[in-house]
């Protein structure tokens, strides 16, 4: 089974439908799910409405996680799940991808802006749709350690602080 992998993004500005809301960064936890919900961008509300009542989108979707970024690379790599964390990539309807540190870890202390992850999530939200499993709320995204680590190993001052700015829902 071949893996999504990351898309490099050329053209015009994909058109964000849905944004997580948050005043600066998320933290990534080191021992679980770290769910961010979606909220409607300005009128996108009724695209997502369409997505919900199983309508296929018109135009590609992109899921992008914006500004990744770590003081240290945590030994393990992300997963990307849309709606629920559950199950192991190949096998969950809801796995997108995974995300990398190679090239996120921060410098000198600042001006670094982090890394953006995109996915086409296109086939796989029309495949959800099929099978019923779109999401009928809105719309959430896990991201999780592929190997977490134990409450007394993430509490190390030494331990890595993966973070990241925002997650979108864009049309591409």
Do not use: C, K
Not at 41 to 53: F, I, N
Not at 60 to 83: A, F, K, Q, S
Not at 93 to 122: C, K, L, M, N, R
């Amino acid at each position: 089974m071949v893996l999504p992998v990351p898309l490099q993004v050329t053209g015009p500005e994909p058109r964000v439908l849905a944004a997580s809301v948050h005043h600066s960064s998320y933290d990534l936890s080191l021992q679980g799910p770290t769910e961010v919900p979606l909220e409607p961008v300005d009128d996108a509300g009724r695209t997502l409405g369409l997505l919900s009542e199983g309508n296929p989108p018109e135009s590609g979707l992109l899921l992008t996680v914006e500004g990744v970024r770590t003081n240290l690379p945590p030994d393990t790599p992300y997963r990307i799940y849309l709606d629920h964390a559950e199950g192991e990539p190949g096998e969950s309807p809801y796995f997108v991808g995974w995300i990398s540190f190679f090239g996120s870890v921060e410098t000198g202390g600042a001006g670094h802006g982090g890394q953006d992850v995109t996915y086409d999530i296109t086939d796989q939200v029309r495949r959800l749709q099929a099978a019923s499993l779109w999401p009928q709320g809105g719309v959430t995204v896990a991201i999780t350690p592929s190997t977490p680590l134990t409450a007394e190993l993430a509490a190390e001052p030494s331990a890595p602080r993966p973070t990241f700015e925002r997650v979108t829902l864009s049309t591409s």
